[in-house]
């Protein structure tokens, strides 16, 4: 908590110079997933499930889960490379490395909350009003934040010791976007059991089924308990390893970049 203001400021100034070359600044932060949730929804909204999904108008179910997702997409890419980028700067001052760590949170916040804003207004265009479900938004950002925390202790310190492991991650994570069901709808009959089963063990399906049941379904997280307590006993093992991990290494971070 400490160095919470030390935190914001520094994400502020790397929000700032990210668009700085860019007549439009930082509004590309939004124009750019307004594109790809246009387009998304062009194809599997009104092709593929031909306007509704798991009960749900396609556009509220996709926004419920692909709003969350930016976030996350976000951290975790620049989690990656956060203590290697920021290592220059944090070794000449005082200040914990650690804090490298949390920082991408901060600067994908902003963006988070305005596009959380905007699908709210589109909730409220078809029609919904607030329920004590949505309370449960507090409970699945919780558990998004505390699950990015532990990925990015271990990102960004196997990015330093391991050259190809930034690209490799990269490509992954596109593949997450479709098998952690942000556009499309693993609940439906057509698909195999044994496959559903594996995908459902995701933590980032656990947290965008949060962010659905809170907004569309009005489930509570206690109501399915052992995914729940599976999804804790995961990000608490990687939160330990990568604890571990970040402090091990963290005196041989300089000579390794």
């Known amino acids: 908590m400490a160095n919470l203001p030390v935190i914001r400021r520094i994400a502020n100034f790397n929000v700032r110079t990210k ?33 509704t999904v798991a009960g749900q108008p396609y556009l509220l179910w996709m926004l419920a889960a692909i709003v969350p997702w930016y976030y996350i997409q976000g951290v975790f890419n620049r989690g990656l490379t956060t203590v290697k980028s920021q290592l220059p700067q944090l070794s000449k001052t ?33 029609g919904r009003t607030p329920t004590v479900y949505w309370l449960q938004w507090f409970y ?27 690209p490799s991650m990269s490509a992954i994570f596109r593949l997450l976007f479709y098998s952690s069901g942000v556009i499309v709808n693993f609940d439906s009959k057509s698909m195999p059991y044994l496959i559903k089963a594996i995908l459902e063990l995701s933590p980032f ?24 307590l599976f999804f804790w006993v995961l990000i608490f093992v990687l939160l330990v390893v990568g604890a571990y991990m970040h402090i091990h290494f963290r005196d041989e971070f300089t000579d390794l970049t």
Do not use: H
């Not at 600067?107 to 699908?119: I, K, S």
């Open 205 to 228: 399906n656990y947290v965008l089924t949060m962010f659905r049941n809170s907004f569309l379904y009005d489930r509570w997280f206690f109501e399915n308990a052992n995914t729940t």
């Open 19 to 51: 668009w700085v070359d860019n007549y439009l600044g930082s509004s590309w932060d939004y124009i750019e997933p307004l594109l790809y949730i246009g387009t998304y929804y062009l194809v599997f909204g009104m092709g593929f499930y031909n306007g």
């Open 94 to 126: 005082r200040f914990p490395l650690s804090i490298a760590v949390v920082m991408p949170l901060q600067e994908e916040m902003r963006r988070f909350l305005v596009m959380t804003g905007m699908f709210i207004l589109v909730m409220f265009c078809y």
């Open 140 to 166: 699945a950002v919780f558990a998004m934040i505390m699950m990015l925390v532990a990925f990015n202790l271990i990102n960004s310190t196997l990015t330093i010791l391991i050259p190809d492991f930034k």
